[in-house]
């Protein structure tokens, strides 16, 4: 029976591990759904952060120093934006702006986000699919002292630094699944969480009606990597947002925000001795290297993962 595998993800953490499942299975078998919550319009153009990591990765173009954006992208529009009286906290380098002018026209002619998504994979030479969460906007509000932030607010500009004490994924209650995330969960063998943020990246994707539901019924094996390590984020505010949010860092959160939506947690080997906290949940929890610095990890990682997954 050919596998059909569902893989849930974010930015960073989740285009790692998607380049390593991509590397094992053939396109039919892989669909990865991206969240679209931290979506943002700059200088009048539609930039889908997470959607465009995962692309840049999948395509062989990541920034592997920053993790995110295109390798030896220049920055000669953004100075020239600036210089117009334009704000420039969220950077953009000339090549990545390409990509958010050729979506944002397509989208202006009426295309939906999933086909153009799957219009720019192409274009990149992408053979597996990419669908945003949904064709509908969600966008991902944190509450802050400051006042509500968008989420490129809170997390570019104001380099998180700002407690968040609540979360809003605006526009959740009335979106729908995109039909090519719909249709890859019907007929899906597996689930996979990335290694993704809990809050921001599997969060909005959660928060989608009727979505916990047909996880929760979901009747193959559902497989979760867990971004947090050693009670922190390999990077980014995962931990810091969990600790404002008065949980406790670490892999029990991770399982206690999946309960009764995984079955098994891979958990990072340094995080052996946490296993109960995750079994707790209802989940078993496997320990591996999950740490992925280099294309080895990432395959190796997804080759264990799809091992759980069969
Ligand atoms: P973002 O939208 O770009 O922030 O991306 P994600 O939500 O996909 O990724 C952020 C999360 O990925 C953070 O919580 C990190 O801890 C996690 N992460 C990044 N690299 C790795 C890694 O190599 N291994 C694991 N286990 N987690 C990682």
Redesign the pocket.
Known sequence: MTRRIVYL????????LAVGLASLLSPDELTIVV?TG?DEEFHGLHVS??VD?VMYALAGLTNEVS??GVTGDTFSGLSMLERLGAPTWFNLGDKDLATHIRRTQLLRQGWSLSKVTNELSQQLGIKHRIVPMSDDSVRTVIHTPEGPLSFQDYFVRRRCEPSAAAIDFTGADTAQPSAGFSEALQEATAVIY????PI???GPILALPGLRERLQAFSGPRIA?????GGE????P??KMLRELGEEPGVGAIARRLAGLCDILVI?ETDRDAASEVERWGMKAVAEQ????NIE?RISLAGRVLELAS
Do not use: F, L
């Not at 993800?9 to 790692?16: L, R």
């Not at 999950?290 to 610095?293: K, L, N, R």
């Open positions: 993800a974010g930015g960073v953490g989740g285009s790692k969240n931290d952060p997470d990591t993790g995110w990335g290694p993704s943020n921001v990246s599997i990597v867990s971004p947090i390590v984020a390999v990077r980014g995962a931990a990072d999950t740490i992925m610095t990890d």
